[in-house]
């Protein structure tokens, strides 16, 4: 039983920056993981970037050097600062929070998505 809520997507050219936000309704301290992934149209949502409770991050290879993610538990809020965007990282990006392992993936939860538009 956890909400989460995304924002700071928007329209930006190539090379710019967005740092995007993910409140959660309660404590995120629990949690197993934090992500951001994304979805572009006719496409299957894929993995972006990951934190554990430890604050160990993984990234997708195509956004390795360029995006960031972290988190601030005293603010239940994950962040993902993307810089030198491209359009091909043009998606809506959803916030997950993974459960604590073994649990299985009914722990799993999702925001509504935050659109993000790369363009000139």
């Known amino acids: 039983q956890l909400q989460l809520v995304e924002s700071g997507g928007g329209l930006v050219q190539p090379g710019g920056s967005l740092r995007l936000s993910c409140v959660a309704s309660?404590?995120?301290?629990?949690?197993?993981?934090m992500g951001w992934y994304r979805q572009a149209p006719g496409k299957q949502r894929e993995l972006v970037a990951t934190i554990t409770s430890g604050g160990r991050t993984n990234y997708a290879d195509s956004v390795k050097g360029r995006f960031t993610i972290s988190r601030d538990n005293a603010k239940n809020t994950v962040y993902l600062q993307m810089n030198s965007l491209k359009p091909e990282d043009t998606a809506v990006y959803y916030c997950n929070a993974e459960g604590p392992v073994g649990w299985g993936s009914e722990y799993n939860y999702w925001g509504q998505g935050t659109q993000v538009t790369v363009s000139s």
């Open positions: 309660r404590s995120i301290f629990t949690m197993n993981s």
